[in-house]
Nanobody, 119 residues
Framework: QLQASGGGLVQPGGSLRLSCAAS????????TSWYRQAPGKQREWVAF???????NVADSVKGRFTISRDNAKNTVYLQMDSLKPDDTAVYYC???????????????WGQGTLVTVSS
């Protein structure tokens, strides 16, 4: 129900834009986040956006990463600029989705997309 895409190999200082698209039966999406997991490290939170458009990003990426959402497309983006080798990780999106009006929301994870920052 969540599809993450946009990863790849980029040189230090470069940019990538990740996408997280929700599909299927969707009544509402309240909260979407990006996480990342570098080799040998624990998964860490990167950024979130609410359905009202409020955003926040981790201090480690502040000023370089921007999260946004297109409600009409049920898609959230993570614009990553000034990338560093330390940004190398598998990036995962997570969203709280209500499938039908009145139903509870459930947490869904995308499959992850690999970002490699290397010269």
């Amino acid at each position: 129900q969540l599809q993450a895409s946009g990863g790849g190999l980029v040189q230090p200082g470069g940019s990538l834009r990740l996408s997280c698209a929700a599909s299927g039966s969707i009544s509402s999406i309240s909260y979407t986040s990006w996480y990342r997991q570098a080799p040998g490290k624990q998964r860490e939170w990167v950024a979130f956006v609410t359905n009202a458009g409020s955003t926040n990003v981790a201090d480690s990426v502040k000023g370089r990463f921007t999260i946004s959402r297109d409600n009409a497309k049920n898609t959230v983006y993570l614009q990553m600029d000034s990338l560093k080798p330390d940004d190398t990780a598998v990036y995962y999106c997570n969203a709280w989705i209500q499938s039908h009006y009145g139903d509870p929301q459930y947490s869904y994870w995308g499959q992850g997309t690999l970002v490699t920052v290397s010269s």
